[in-house]
């Protein structure tokens, strides 16, 4: 090992991670022969093989495995190593990694751009995922910062809250309910409810609600992102409980109707957070504060909804 050189390590762990030539040599920019060259190099050094091919698909071998978390461990203090020079300089540049569950895609890079605004020499790497990998990655702590509504209690983060998240029931113009004044939770009940995955955050929030009220809802169709439910919604296959964030351009164009219901909205709120033994660089440290102080005014004129 002692002849490896760091872009090996960069290349090996993106490719572990991915668990793919192509998508790791997307993310570092280079070609794929590139990329598969200096892995092979890396595994001559090490005089062990690091993946096993099966099919089309690649795994990590024990040895592999090991590297995999070592590798892991050499840039993760590197990182942390630029963080306190910059720190150091006073500076707020450098990189910023931010994983963001799907739901924040609507409302995040308008913030994100904002800040950058400001601060020009911050490089910032954005990942949208779903909830499930974002605590993935928290686990690995595989980035900065991460935004997310609902924490878990069992997550060793420290949680910011910086934007109030208001989820209403929505339906389709043309539904029954559209033009009623006044809608009971029971009879929610009775309508084809849209929901996300489980384990999604807003769906947790939804459903504890109702179990709060002695009620429940029954699922009719499970869909894998906001954006479906939306389409959902418009196409009449039943009725929702979304973030507003998500509904922007939907209400103004009056493709989608604000149910008036009982105890909605809920209002809950939008977290950015991070490992608690994480040395923050001077980047993630300025990016918490801007949501903070600016987040909510900014997506206020931004998204410009109002219920």
Do not use: C
Request: proline content about 4%; aromatic content about 6%; hydrophobic content about 40%.
């Amino acid at each position: 090992m002692i002849h490896a050189t760091l872009q090996q390590l960069r290349l090996f762990e993106a490719v572990a991670r991915h668990k793919s030539f192509t998508r790791a040599a997307e993310e570092i920019h280079l070609s794929q022969p590139a990329v598969s060259i200096q892995v092979k190099r890396l595994e001559e050094n090490v005089g062990k093989a690091l993946f096993e091919h099966v099919g089309r698909r690649i795994t990590l071998t024990e040895v592999g495995r090991e590297l995999y978390d070592a590798s892991k461990d050499v840039l993760g203090r590197l990182a942390e190593l630029d963080g306190a020079i910059d720190s150091l300089s006073g500076e707020v540049a450098g990189t910023l990694t931010v994983t963001a569950v799907t739901s924040a895609k609507y409302f995040l890079p308008h913030l994100l751009g904002a800040f950058l605004r400001r601060y020009p020499d911050v490089e910032p790497k954005l990942k949208v995922a779903n909830r499930a990998s974002l605590l993935e990655r928290v686990g690995d702590n595989e980035d900065d910062l991460y935004v997310m509504g609902h924490v878990p209690d069992d997550l060793d983060v420290e949680a910011v809250p910086f934007l109030e998240n208001v989820i209403a029931v929505v339906a389709s113009p043309n539904h029954p309910l559209a033009s009623k004044r006044k809608i009971t939770l029971k009879q929610l009940t009775e309508e084809r409810f849209l929901v996300r995955e489980s384990g999604s955050g807003n769906r947790k929030v939804v459903e504890e609600f109702f179990e709060d009220q002695g009620l429940s809802i029954n699922p009719y169709m499970e869909l894998g992102s906001a954006e479906a439910i939306k389409q959902g919604v418009m196409a009449g296959l039943g009725i929702s409980a979304l973030s507003l964030h998500n509904l922007r351009l939907e209400i103004a164009a009056g493709q989608i109707k604000v149910l008036k219901v009982e105890g909605f909205p809920l209002r809950r709120r939008w977290n950015v957070i991070h490992r608690k033994e994480k040395n923050l660089s001077p980047a993630a440290q300025s990016f918490i504060e801007f949501l903070q102080t600016e987040g909510q005014h900014l997506v206020n004129e931004a998204m410009q909804v109002k219920i």
